[in-house]
Every structure is written in structure tokens, then in C-alpha cells.
């Protein structure tokens, strides 16, 4: 096949991807497949790297990915130009079987990349327009997964609308306070890698980190803080999704920020498989499902729990679409752990993808 793999991109975790890209550089069979390297730069433009990027990523095992931003290699998508002309650069087209983005966060992982794919006619690894910005929201993801009947932290949402006129500040306060008891903790509806999350003791520590997790996105959630041991189960497959093995993130921090995942060496440990018990991994691996096959999902994703320290209780947390692909990330781990090597991995999620779009393109889309 030949790839085509996107990474950056216009996200506050755009250095997490340069990271997870050069990984999976690394470890795909470039022997048997031809693969091009598309950056995309924190404004969003596409441009496509030399061939040197490969060879630098792969003959180095510390290198990591940058990008070259040069406007005679901008890379076009064109609506409706198929494998051989949905990619473009100067007018030509840039002939790919299938799309790998690893782009986390807003604008990657949150269907407007899916949208633009879906649109040019290209094959594409992961979930689609729908299931892909639903997951982004966690709000929305929690509306869902309650509706369903399957266990979620009770939570409330503030929108930035409702937040700048200052007048409604002190409803939105009572209202909180009303709801649950202190600590509660904050973060972005649709930010990944806990970017803007933060805890909070009181009123006036609530009212900061609302405006800083506003900062973020347009909507944030508040829920009350459970002293819990974080577990993680690795999912993949289309119409039947199988789970991993799950693992445990062990953080040395008050909770798995953004610091302990990427800027502290030490800022967590990690256990895979996870220390529960036969009926308590079952369980995380059949939410786990669940939870994958009513957000739509399709190619992989990574789901996220707590366990309460206190009861035991098992609480869905959040899914993450694209998770992180970096030598020490948990989803490729997991699947590790259960059998599946990384390079596997990585073969498996291509032709989920290209299953999905030749399964999708048998749908009639005219009476003629």
C-alpha cells in the first residue's frame, strides 16, 4: 500500500503527534509499503516531506519528526479526487491507498479531518465524521452513555456564552455548589490530554479554572473528584470490536495532567496488565465495547475508567479516537500485552480502514 500519514496539525497537542508520527515511522514495513509524509503546521497548513524525514526517523530511534514548511510543497485535498488526485501538491495528485491521521486533538480527532477525507473520496484509518466529533465531546459522549444505562461521574456543563456575561456567574456557582461537594474538577468538553484540567477546593478556585478551561473550548464540564485508580482498555475493529487487556496509569501527580503525560519523566507508572480481578477486567473489557459501538466507532480507540478508590465502583471516564501512538503509550502497549505486536498494530488499523471505506462505497448515493 502506499500511506499516507498526517501528523502536527492545529492542536494543543501538536508536539504529542510528532512523537506518535516518528513511532509509527519506525515501526511500519517500509519494504512492503511506500509511505509519504504530510505535516500539517499549527496554523493548519499541509505541506509533504522529503524522503530524508523516513530515513532520519528510522536510522535514529531519539529522532522526532518536524516539519518543513515550504510553499512549493503545499499539499491540496481534493473533493471527490479518489486515491489518485484527493491528495495534490501543485496541481498534481499524489497518488495513496489509504490515509493514517495521527492527529490528536481538535482538528484531527474530531471529524474535521474525517469530513475533509470523506469528501476528497480517500480511505482513512479510524472512526468516521459522526462518531469521531461525538467522542471529542465529552459531554456529549457522557449524554449518550448515560442514556444507555452505563456507569458515567455525574457531571454538569458550562458554555463560554453563558460564562462571559458576568451576571450569570454566581447562578452558575450556586449551581455547582448545589450539585456536588468540593473538590470538583474542571476540564475542556473536547480537549484531549487533559490541557486545561484542573482541580478545584472551592469557589473562588472554581471560578478560575472555568475561565481557564474556557480558554480551551467554547464548553466545559464540572464533576465531582473521586479519589480513583485510572484504567485504560485498547479497542479495535469495525462491526466487531475486540478489547485488550487493560492497563493502569499509576500517576506520581495529584492527577494524570498534562505534565506527568508528557513533560515529567517520572509523572506516572504504568501496570499491564491492570491489578484487578477476573470479573472486574471483564467488565472494563465489556464496557469497553459497549461504549465503542454506541459512539459509532470504527478502527480503534482507547477507553478510559476510573475505579473508585473508596467503593470499587467502575466509572467510564472518557474515549480518546486517536490515542497516543509513543513508545511508552498505553494504547499499543495493551495491545502488546494481549498478543498484538506494534507493527501488527499498525497493519491491522490500515485495513480496518480500507474495509470500511470499500464497505461504505457499495452504499448508493444516486436513484440512477
Known sequence: MTIALLYGGRSGEHEVSL?????????????????ILVGIDKKGAWYRQGEEQITRIREDSSAILDIQCREDFRVSVIPGGGRKQGLAMGGTGIPCDIVFPVLHGTYGEDGTVQGLLEMADLPYVGGGVLASSLAMDKEKTKIVWQFAGLPVVPFTAVVLAEWVDTSNRTGILNDIEKRFSWPVFVKPSAAGSSVGASKATNRTELSAAITDALCWDAKVIVEPFIPAREIECSVTGNESPVAYIPGE??????????DAKYRDPDGASFAIPAQLDTAESALIQSLAVKAYRLLDLSGFARVDFFKDKRTGTIYLNEINTIPGFTPISMFPKMCEESGLAYPDLVMKLLHLGKARHDARSQLRTSRE
Open 19 to 35: 512523537v506518535s508520527a516518528s513511532s509509527i515511522v519506525r515501526n511500519l514495513d517500509t519494504d512492503q509499503h511506500r509511505l
Open 249 to 258: 496509569v499509576i500517576p506520581t501527580h495529584e492527577f494524570y495532567d498534562y
